[in-house]
């Protein structure tokens, strides 16, 4: 697929998924503006989209504070030429029991994970409207965002409410042309599942890397996911061939059986 003329951001762009996802659309031939909170290693990030011939920006913002991540994204994108794809990738971990969750930590993590996604769509939006493109919105769900899993109860519940705003997003913003799709990985080996093993060993006092084994080994393709084979999957939602697809993931609508069973 050929990316070629297109610009895209991706948010939490200097490490891990949204890393490799910018890299693999700047393979295809997209232009990148990258932006997370970690300024030193989005820089060198940036440095590697050019290395592979393409246009970057490297922005610093948080993502769930509005009005600096929309100003930024905004500048960024009228500085390369516009917008063409969104990924709402940026996001944080939580591993605790629900009864020992705190207010403070709820909001935290309710206003990167779901309030930095609600921005991001806003900005890219509008961005999009603006300039009459069919732009494609692709944000970060989970496995997580269809089960919820004891000790991730709040990171779950934040994964199920994007699994939702992609949804409605997506209905919303039909009219204007704008494909709004989610990838849900399982277990992806990035330094947010060095985090999760961490937490997990403390609370449970399992082993360091015992709790990602056993996740690991209950995976039916027998290996963990990597954060190339996510960013494959998005150059696709980023790329023509998704043009019909939106509001990815969903449930498929029932449909009775033209033999005139009904299907259970
Ligand atoms: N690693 C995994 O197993 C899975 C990850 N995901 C989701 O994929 C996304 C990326 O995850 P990973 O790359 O594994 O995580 P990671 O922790 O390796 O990287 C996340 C990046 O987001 C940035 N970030 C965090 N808060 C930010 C904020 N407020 N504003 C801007 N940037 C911010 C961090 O600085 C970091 O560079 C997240 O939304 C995560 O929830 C979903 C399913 C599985
Ligand atoms: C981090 C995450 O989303 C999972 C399911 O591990």
């Known amino acids: 697929m050929s990316l070629s003329g297109k610009i895209a951001a991706v948010t939490g762009a200097a490490q891990g998924i949204g890393k490799a996802i910018a890299l693999r659309l700047a393979r295809e031939g997209a232009d990148i503006i990258l932006l997370d909170v970690k300024q030193e290693t989005v820089e060198q990030a940036a440095k590697e989209v050019e290395a592979l011939g393409r246009r970057a920006i490297a922005l610093t ?30 996001g944080i971990c939580q591993v605790k029991p629900i009864l020992d969750v705190t207010p403070e930590e709820v909001e935290k993590i309710f206003r990167i994970n779901v309030q930095g996604v609600i921005w991001g769509i806003q900005a890219s939006a509008k961005i999009f409207q603006a300039s009459g493109k069919k732009g494609k919105i692709i944000n970060a769900c989970s496995i997580a965002g269809h089960e919820g899993f004891p000790l991730l109860g709040i990171y779950s519940s934040t994964k199920f ?13 039909a009219s204007s042309g704008i494909t709004v799709n989610s990838y849900c990985p399982g277990i992806v080996g990035t330094d947010m599942w060095v985090e999760i093993d961490k937490r997990m060993s403390e609370i449970t006092g399992a082993d360091i890397g015992a709790t990602y084994k056993k996740y690991v080994e209950g995976i039916a393709l027998g290996r963990v996911e990597t954060a190339d084979d996510v960013a ?18 969903r449930v498929l609508w029932r449909q009775n059986d033209p033999r005139g069973k009904k299907d259970s």
């Open 61 to 90: 913002a948080d993502i769930s504070n509005r009005d600096a991540f929309q100003a930024t994204l905004k500048d960024a994108a009228d500085q390369l030429g516009g917008l063409d794809i969104m990924v709402n990738n940026a």
């Open 161 to 173: 409410a994007v699994r939702a705003l992609t949804q409605s997003a997506a209905k919303e913003l």
């Open 232 to 249: 494959g999957f998005v150059a696709f939602l980023s790329g023509k061939d998704s043009d019909y697809i939106t509001e990815l993931p």
